[in-house]
């Protein structure tokens, strides 16, 4: 037994489902490159303020989740548990501004939260993201959801819900605020300890909150809709038309509020029926004013992040993995079969092909066993007598047919 293990809530990704990992990857990079995004590289850590600033010190993830340690100099340093406040730390620092407007980049990697694990979910899990800064047109907002849409076409998934809601702004929203609380504080006695701490700190997050007592008393709780301004109506109306001209089906969900203090207007989420209850693929937001708060230019911006972990279960249930395999196998008999053997498959390797080559200390007998676990579609036999022949025999392996091809 290795007396070696992962800690708790994190995990490998190990073939053959690092190629699946792969496909996800590079289809994101091909599909926002698409819509005009280019990669930026943020840190994996930052000074905790960034993220207490960013995200609000009343969230769970900030009172509960976030993995932060002193370093040697004293100073206090977390983990990235998302990666919208370092990219606007980072756009405000490297004075992307400069850069012509929109300005959209795309980020992807691990992101750290200490919560429970669960299927889809865990303590350093991966995340493929995007920003928009500029815009505060609707029109930024349904482009998104068209990338999307392009997106999980291409990967292959199927019967994903779109939910939006709009979650108003800071004319609108206290107000809003107000009433939940007002509503909440009736039934503070029934709510369940975590919404009891949300009453005062992060009234929205009642809204969001999975415990059934929680669900029941919510049902009744006013509407975001029923507060917001003109402008908040405007935006979310104009909206909804530009996503029924692209074909875009949607729900309005006024529940929808997500966990992060900095967003506003527009709030949504891509959800999957069949990964349990946490069925949130991807999701996210406009936050106009984080940019100002960071101590940049007033700057509109939308954003979101994709769960690799969920969309991957999704796609390996759906067998998506690349099921590529080597298209040649050397099998050598001897050194000199080795010498050319490499050479041959540096030329293979050149042209892109994924090639194998056999041990020459093994019998032909065992790298004919080693080519049929590999799933080689054809297995190259070089000995001896094929180099001094300049004649070498190919076997196919589906039908074990054989033909003899010019070694050079």
């Given at each position: 037994?290795?007396?070696?293990?992962?800690?708790?809530?994190?995990?490998?990704?190990?073939?053959?489902?690092?190629?699946?990992?792969d496909f996800i990857e590079e289809?994101?990079?091909?599909?926002?490159?698409?819509?005009?995004?280019?990669?930026?590289?943020?840190?994996?850590?930052?000074?905790?303020?960034l993220f207490k600033r960013g995200i609000g010190e009343g969230t769970d993830i900030v009172e509960k989740e976030m993995y932060t340690f002193s370093d040697r100099s004293g100073r206090s340093i977390t983990l990235r548990p998302e990666g919208t406040a370092s990219?606007?730390?980072s756009y405000i620092e490297n004075n992307l501004s400069d850069l012509p407007?929109?300005?959209?980049?795309?980020?992807?990697?691990?992101?750290?939260r200490y919560e429970?694990?669960?299927?889809?979910?865990?303590?350093?899990?991966?995340q493929i993201g995007a920003e928009v800064f500029g815009s505060s047109n609707p029109s930024t907002d349904a482009e998104i959801f068209s990338?999307?849409?392009?997106?999980?076409?291409?990967?292959?998934l199927t019967n994903t819900q779109l939910q939006i809601n709009s979650i108003g702004c800071p004319i609108c929203r206290p107000n809003y605020i107000s009433s939940l609380i007002e509503f909440f504080s009736k039934h503070s006695d029934n709510l369940c300890t975590d919404c009891q701490n949300r009453l005062q700190k992060n009234p929205l997050r009642l809204l969001d909150c999975k415990n059934e007592g929680c669900g029941i008393i919510k049902k009744d709780a006013p509407l975001i809709t029923q507060s917001l301004c003109g402008e908040c109506v405007n935006h979310h109306n104009q909206l909804k038309h530009l996503l029924d001209l692209q074909g875009i089906s949607f729900i309005e969900n006024p529940l929808i509020v997500r966990g992060l203090d900095y967003y506003t207007k527009t709030a949504f989420e891509i959800t999957a029926d069949?990964?349990?209850?946490?069925?949130?693929?991807?999701?996210?937001?406009?936050?106009?004013?984080?940019?100002?708060?960071?101590?940049?230019?007033?700057?509109?911006?939308?954003?979101?992040?994709?769960?690799?972990?969920?969309?991957?279960?999704?796609?390996?249930?759906?067998?998506m993995i690349d099921k590529k395999v080597p298209l040649i196998y050397f099998a050598i008999l001897g050194d000199k079969a080795l010498d050319k053997a490499l050479l041959m498959a540096k030329k293979y390797r050149k042209e892109g092909l994924w090639v194998e080559i056999g041990n020459p200390s093994d019998s032909l007998k065992s790298q004919?066993?080693?080519?049929?676990?590999?799933?080689?579609?054809?297995?190259?036999?070089?000995?001896?007598?094929?180099?001094?022949?300049?004649?070498?025999?190919?076997?196919?392996?589906?039908?074990?047919v054989q033909e003899e091809v010019n070694i050079n």
């Open positions: 037994m290795n007396k070696y293990s992962t800690l708790k809530g994190v995990c490998d990704i190990v073939p053959p489902d690092d190629k699946l990992w289809i994101s990079k091909e599909v926002f490159s698409i819509y005009g995004f280019k990669n930026i590289r943020i840190p994996v850590i930052e000074y905790t303020e990219v606007v730390r407007s929109p300005q959209k980049f795309f980020y992807l990697g691990p992101m750290f429970r694990p669960q299927k889809g979910r865990y303590r350093q899990f991966y990338m999307l849409n392009m997106f999980l076409d291409k990967v292959g069949h990964i349990g209850a946490q069925n949130t693929v991807i999701a996210g937001g406009r936050y106009d004013n984080l940019v100002h708060e960071f101590g940049g230019a007033k700057t509109p911006a939308i954003g979101f992040a994709i769960g690799l972990e969920r969309l991957a279960l999704l796609l390996k249930d759906k067998e004919m066993k080693k080519a049929d676990k590999f799933n080689a579609e054809s297995v190259i036999i070089i000995g001896e007598n094929e180099i001094n022949s300049g004649i070498a025999i190919k076997k196919r392996m589906n039908d074990g």
